[in-house]
């Protein structure tokens, strides 16, 4: 018996309205000779996916997709990679490999010679460029460049979960997604890292961390081009560029990007500060350190430019500042390399690429058949 949802019956005037659908709206033309033959066929043009793979529960519309499919699992892989032992069952699978390993990028971006290791990666960057995003969610129309995102993000409109965990009661709109998360009660972590010996919940995230090995990076940024071994870092990464900070400072309100930033920054509540502004109650463990902050209140600027006479607070203040006489541009814009004297221009030019990526969206019905 699968682990995942079992076939469905199909009743007799859903059999009639789908053949009524291929009489009616000529979906693709193409012909059968026997009703069942139709009726097997018409599932490609459904979103059903009914039957499901038992090892990583990937679903398909026929029973001969899934069968085929499965052979990904059982058949034998005899090309192995000399550099980190990885095997695979084509000859040609192992030589797109192999770019992992020898920095090899034969695939080349014809608008920003961007280059890349295996062709579909290209395929996806292109994306960038056309602002293209052909994954399109039913529910809510919000476009992705990928399937797989689209995949994670149907999650959030799956409100029927029939499987309850019985520790934390916790609902789950798969057995499957139930069985692994049994394993944060247990302990348990039966995937196992060949090369570290690091252990996971789920397979899906020990093949993901296999990249850090190979040095593959397949999960890349659509704003900045960036890769990375982990899908979960790439959605980290985006907050750089839509300026989310959802971690903040119990203490003092402060934002961070990442939890680990937020991490850091607590140690300055922790650590003793014992000099304390007599204005707005700030503490600082230096005596220096408030002297400093007072000019804030004083509004005193020691430190003058000695090309323009603008006057500073801060020494560090003024040193930044001189770049814009020098020329230097130290801050570059890592989308179309456009450099700036001061980091908070980068950051406001940074809008220009976020905004092109992530307000496009297409109103083209993608998944009709003409």
């Known amino acids: 018996m699968s682990m995942c949802d079992p076939e469905p019956h199909i009743k007799e005037e859903e059999e009639e309205q789908l053949i009524s659908q291929e009489e ?44 085929a499919h499965m052979k990904l699992h059982t058949e034998e892989k005899h090309f192995t990679c000399d550099v ?35 062709q579909d990666h290209l395929k996806r960057h292109m994306g960038v460029h056309t602002g293209e995003k052909p994954f399109i969610c039913s529910v809510c129309s919000k476009g992705f460049t990928q399937q797989v995102n689209l995949k994670s993000h149907m999650c959030v409109h799956a409100t029927e979960k029939p499987f309850i965990c019985t520790v934390c009661s916790k609902g789950f709109s ?18 196992i890292c060949s090369a570290c010996g690091k252990g ?30 982990v899908q979960k870092n790439v959605e980290r990464h985006m907050r750089v560029h839509t300026g989310e900070k959802p971690f903040a400072c119990d203490n003092c ?57 603008k006057r500073f607070s801060r020494q560090e203040t003024l040193k930044r500042h001189m770049h814009v006489h020098t020329g230097e541009k130290r801050f570059m814009c890592n989308v179309c390399s456009k450099g700036f004297a001061l980091k908070h221009h980068l950051k406001n030019h940074m809008e220009v690429h976020t905004n092109i990526v992530f307000s496009h969206r297409l109103g083209l019905d993608i998944w009709s058949c003409h």
């Open 24 to 67: 009616n709206f000529d979906l693709c033309g193409k012909e059968f000779k026997e009703k069942v033959s139709l009726q097997t066929h018409m599932s490609v043009h459904s979103e059903d996916r009914p039957f499901a793979c038992d090892v990583c529960c990937k679903r398909f519309h026929t029973k001969k997709h899934l069968k």
């Open 200 to 229: 996971f919940l789920r397979q899906r995230n020990l093949k993901s961390h296999m990249n850090v090995h190979t040095g593959e990076k397949p999960f890349v940024c659509g704003v900045c081009n960036k890769g990375f071994a």
């Open 253 to 309: 309100g402060r934002r961070f990007h990442e939890k680990a930033k937020l991490k850091t920054h607590l140690k300055v509540h922790s650590v003793e500060q014992p000099f304390s502004c007599d204005v707005c109650g700030t503490r600082f463990k230096r005596k220096e350190n408030i002297k400093k902050h007072m000019r804030i209140h004083t509004a005193e600027k020691p430190f003058v430019c000695s090309v323009c006479r």
């Open 84 to 118: 980190c032992n990885n095997r695979f069952k084509v000859k040609e699978s192992l030589k797109k490999h192999m770019r992992s390993h020898t920095s090899e990028k034969p695939f080349v971006c014809s608008i920003c010679s961007k280059r890349f290791s295996q």
């Open 174 to 191: 798969q057995k499957e997604s139930l069985k692994s998360h049994m394993h944060v009660h247990t302990g348990q972590r039966p995937f």
